[in-house]
């Protein structure tokens, strides 16, 4: 009975570490070490019940374990940053960790009929597992908590599941591995088996996402590179126009002496007109001093005048911003091609998008108005618009919830008299 209490303490210490040490945090250290030290002396307390107390009755053997996996995972959901799909993934995980070390540890006693020997060898296979998982995957699975742009985790949530199947059909039920030791070898093999498949699974999708992330880069670039060819042209072209208009000034002149000499003021007056005129049209719109937001609102800008939208914008952006100008500008791009795409699609209302920007005075604000038609849906869960163009789509608003989340800001949107609003607000 000591031996059985002290292997469960053991595993209950290291699947309230894995919980620490793999899950991301929503208060400080200390606040969130208190809350798995409390939840360790609650499953110590139940194991009082199951082990001591109540050691020959079944039923109680059933519902403490039942409320100890609840208790496992509320710690989760207590201590977690972000609660979702990977956050269950995450504490099926530990504790699939955590059974392994278990077992291994009862394996050795078998082999030895030792207590201390077994006792010592559980520590050392449950560090041991500890430190693999945590050299090897663990960076890779914190990195996963904090993108925002992933999907759900619901069907990889199976793996520890399975496993954790596995592992109690092979020790526990129907037969005991104390009863049936030629499993040992399976048992063995299937802990082997665990690691080597969460490793390869996790690498497989972080190689997955930084490949899809090179794609969104390259898809960024193309909008800034045709920006700048927009921004190119437009310089090229006034040049040339600039250059008829200096060569036929002298002509102008002309005429407006021989205007001055006849007294006809209206007349000049008409001629200054079309040489201001002729200026204006020439001139190169500069929509703020940063570069990367600017190219890429030369981008949309030219975007939206093919879709016959107009596009009322007021931009303050600097030189010089204190995040990421490719992400700041990719936000800025996503948001106004939603815009635009959905007014584009009107044929009776004006097709009209109002975009302010600013990143001045402490603040980065950007909202963005514009009419719509069919019903938005928003999302329960993120509170932003959902996609109706099906599966592969709205990846653009996760992008903008993730550099929210990035910059610690907040960003919602709402509809008011036909009207659809999408806020993002930081200070910095």
């Not at 292997?7 to 290291?14: A, E, L, P, Q, V």
């Not at 278990?102 to 449950?126: C, P, Q, R």
């Not at 302010?356 to 005075?361: M, P, T």
Request: charge should be negative; include cysteine; glycine fraction near 6%.
């Amino acid at each position: 009975m000591c031996y059985e209490n002290i292997s469960y303490t053991i595993s209950h210490i290291f699947v309230m570490v894995f919980m620490y040490l793999f899950i991301v945090h929503r208060y400080s250290r200390r606040t969130t070490a208190g809350i798995c030290v409390c939840s360790f002396m609650l499953l110590s307390f139940t194991n009082v019940l199951k082990l001591n107390i109540y050691p020959d009755s079944q039923a109680c053997n059933f519902w403490v374990t039942i409320f100890q996996i609840l208790v496992t995972q509320f710690t989760g959901v207590s201590i977690a940053k972000y609660r979702n799909s990977k956050l269950l993934f995450a504490g099926l995980s530990a504790s699939n960790y955590v059974i392994a070390g278990g077992v291994a540890a009862k394996i050795l006693f078998m082999w030895t009929e030792n207590y201390l020997i077994s006792m010592l060898g559980s520590l050392a296979v449950h560090g041991s597992i500890l430190f693999i998982v945590y050299g090897r995957i663990r960076s890779v699975w914190l990195r996963y908590q904090e993108k925002e742009t992933q999907g759900n985790w619901w069907e990889l949530c199976l793996i520890p599941v399975f496993f954790y199947c596995g592992f109690s059909m092979l020790t526990f039920f129907p037969i005991k591995l104390e009863d049936n030791p030629q499993n040992i070898p399976a048992v063995l093999a299937f802990i082997i088996t665990m690691f080597v498949a969460y490793v390869v699974v996790l690498r497989y999708l972080e190689s997955e996402s930084e490949r899809a992330g090179i794609y969104w880069k390259n898809v960024f670039y193309e909008s800034y590179i045709k920006g700048l060819e927009a921004q190119y042209y437009l310089v090229e072209r006034s040049e040339q126009n600039l250059k008829i208009l200096r060569h036929d000034m002298r002509h102008y002149s002309s005429m407006i002496d021989a205007l001055l000499n006849q007294g006809a003021y209206d007349e000049i007056r008409h001629v200054t007109e079309h040489i201001k005129a002729v200026a204006d049209e020439n001139r190169v719109v500069k929509y703020c001093e940063n570069l990367m937001a600017n190219s890429i609102l030369s981008h949309m800008m030219e975007k939206a005048r093919q879709c016959g939208v107009t596009v009322r914008l007021t931009a303050i952006v600097p030189w010089e911003i204190p995040f990421n100008d490719y992400e700041f500008a990719a936000v800025i791009a996503n948001l106004l091609e939603n815009a635009v795409r959905c007014v584009s699609a009107f044929h009776e209302k004006d097709k009209l998008v109002e975009a302010k920007i600013e990143c001045a005075d402490g603040h980065v604000l950007i909202h963005i108005q514009n009419e719509y038609e069919e019903e938005i849906q928003i999302d329960a869960a993120t509170g932003l618009p959902q996609s109706q163009s099906g599966e592969g789509h709205g990846l653009g608003m996760q992008s903008v919830q993730a550099f929210s989340n990035k910059i610690g800001g907040n960003i919602g949107c709402y509809c008011e008299d036909g009207i659809f609003h999408i806020m993002l607000f930081a200070k910095i």
